[in-house]
């Protein structure tokens, strides 16, 4: 329930390598000593067996949980301040703001030769409720479908904090708001005084470079920006393949918004 672990349960998850941590360029580094400083570090926690079924198919899939070190030691510090007052009620408070991201494993790593991987941003309307405002949902599903059928395998790199582009469920229920009224969904976005696309990739750069090494791999994506940012992670092995599902009437004006900015869409996708 609680983003924090007992300090007993990580050390035991450690020793049985169920706990890593890795530094910004994808490498194992030791989970007991103090990151440097201004050095980025994330802990990774799996496999975990997570049978899935959507849609009525089957998948077989390998969880891995992974957050930011920082975000973890502050829940620490304050897991033992609460324990110190027998705060218990107030643990609720350490699931408020971590942002713990996923990745989905599909098949063997070992094995994998151009393997493809799906960064999937978080989208609660579009991934939980089903909603046809964007293709969200149906681009999560297509992305497992492709994947479990490819020969090559990959994984889906599940960001967490990416609502909205990065600007947070509420905002982006102020822009529907506003999107009603007329503005598209990058308008909108300016009108609250936010950026376009505000999505930080650096966590999934890691993670690609974790389970990837230096393995070339084929990005289902229409954003050529993704791609771009990768790169300038130092992920350069990259090739992007078209990702094109969920296309309805309810978010046609939204897709023609993204093509205008730079999605690489035709006429023919969005119709």
């Known amino acids: 329930m609680f983003t924090y672990i007992d300090p007993s349960v990580r050390e035991r998850l450690i020793a049985k390598g169920k706990l890593i941590r890795i530094n910004a ?25 997570l049978p ?13 949980a992974s957050v930011r070190h920082t975000e ?6 304050l897991a033992d301040e609460l324990r110190e007052r027998d705060g218990q009620q107030s643990f609720a408070i350490l699931a408020d703001s971590m942002a713990v991201n996923s990745v989905l ?10 393997p493809l991987v799906r960064i999937h941003s978080s989208c609660l309307t579009g991934d939980v409720f089903g909603s046809e405002r964007c293709e969200c949902g149906p681009q999560f599903i297509a992305a497992l479908e492709r994947i479990s059928s490819d020969p090559a395998g990959g994984m889906i790199v599940y960001m967490s904090g990416h609502e909205g582009r990065g600007i947070g469920l509420w905002a982006k229920a102020a822009t529907y708001l506003l999107q009603d009224a007329g503005e598209d969904t990058y308008q909108a976005n300016r009108s609250l005084g936010l950026p376009d696309d505000s999505r930080d990739f650096s966590d ?15 990005l289902l994506t229409n954003n050529p920006k993704k791609v771009d940012d990768l790169n300038a992670m130092g992920v350069s092995n990259v090739t992007r393949v078209k990702h094109v599902s969920g296309v309805g009437k ?8 993204k093509r205008d900015w730079g999605h690489k869409l035709d006429e023919a996708d969005i119709d």
Do not use: C, M, Q
Not at 105 to 114: F, R
């Open 105 to 114: 494993v599909l098949g063997d790593p070992a094995t994998w030769e151009n």
């Open 204 to 218: 999934a750069a890691s993670l690609i470079k974790f389970f990837l090494g230096d393995k070339s791999f084929r």
């Open 25 to 49: 360029d994808g490498k194992a580094t030791d989970p007991d000593a103090p990151p440097e400083p201004g050095a980025r570090a994330i802990s990774v926690l799996g496999p975990i067996p």
């Open 72 to 77: 973890l030691s502050k829940a620490t510090e």
């Open 250 to 257: 309810a978010n046609k004006r939204y897709l023609e918004a």
């Open 52 to 64: 899935l079924e959507r849609h009525g198919r089957h998948y077989e899939v390998e969880w891995y």
